[in-house]
């Protein structure tokens, strides 16, 4: 079974700085797909950004982008610029290609600080 | 379109009463999820559907906890009867199977008093 772990469950930033999430995951699946969502305090669940495991590069969105180390099962969150708006609970994601089911991490509570 | 659509969003019930929770996917997705969200145990996968079949429902807590898919459009979460442990927020999130992410709905926050 796949496992993924947020190790820091709080972390602080202030606006317009960058902050790192870390995600560590566990599979004996060659090719997968990882997630970042996003959760504010509206509940919703909003997809950040995502990336395959068999390209190399690492995946961006605007002020989003990704630290993907196969090797290591290590995918982090980098987020530049940091917006008071990205104050949220963030959750790492895990899917096989064998499912279609989302397995998530524990969560790290993010606070943009003015 | 719309998204996922969750009903209700806020249901306060008294221990022992039926609950039913309401979902509807996006149109086209073939797989729907039912996922807890609690404090203490993060996002759980409580059942999941492919084509309205039921795939995986080891996550469902206990006998308590039934799920069905009558069509491509619909699907519901019934907690019968209700425990105050069971107070989370419930999501229904659809999607495709294959690389594509979980569009989620709004939830719904359960309160069994």
């Known amino acids: 079974a796949q496992t993924v772990t947020q190790s820091q469950p709080e972390m602080s930033v202030q606006e317009a700085e960058t902050v790192t999430l870390s995600c560590t995951y566990d599979?004996?699946?060659?090719?997968?797909?990882l997630f970042w969502y996003k959760q504010p305090p509206s509940r919703q669940m909003i997809l950040v950004i995502r990336?395959?495991?068999?390209?190399?590069q690492n995946a961006t969105e605007n002020r989003f982008s990704v630290n993907f180390q196969k090797a290591a099962k290590s995918f982090s969150l980098k987020i530049s610029d940091s917006q008071l708006g990205d104050t949220a609970m963030y959750f790492c994601?895990?899917?096989?290609?064998?499912?279609?089911?989302?397995?998530f991490g524990e969560g790290t509570q993010l606070t943009v600080n003015p | 379109d719309a998204g996922v659509i969750q009903s209700p969003r806020h249901e306060v019930t008294e221990m022992g009463q039926e609950v039913t929770l309401r979902c509807k996917p996006i149109s086209g997705h073939n797989s729907l999820f039912w996922y807890r969200q609690t404090m203490m145990r993060g996002l759980e996968l409580l059942i999941y559907?492919?084509?309205?079949?039921?795939?995986?429902d080891s996550g469902m807590p206990e006998d308590r906890f039934s799920a069905k898919m009558p069509n491509a459009s619909f699907s519901t979460l019934k907690i019968q009867p209700s425990e105050p442990r069971d107070s989370a927020v419930y999501f229904c999130a659809s999607g495709l199977a294959d690389n594509s992410p979980l569009h989620f709905g709004n939830g719904t926050r359960l309160t069994v008093t």
């Open positions: 990336q395959e495991a068999y390209k190399q």
């Open positions: 559907f492919n084509n309205n079949v039921p795939i995986d």
């Open positions: 599979t004996s699946e060659n090719n997968y797909y």
């Open positions: 994601a895990f899917k096989g290609t064998s499912g279609s089911r989302l397995t």
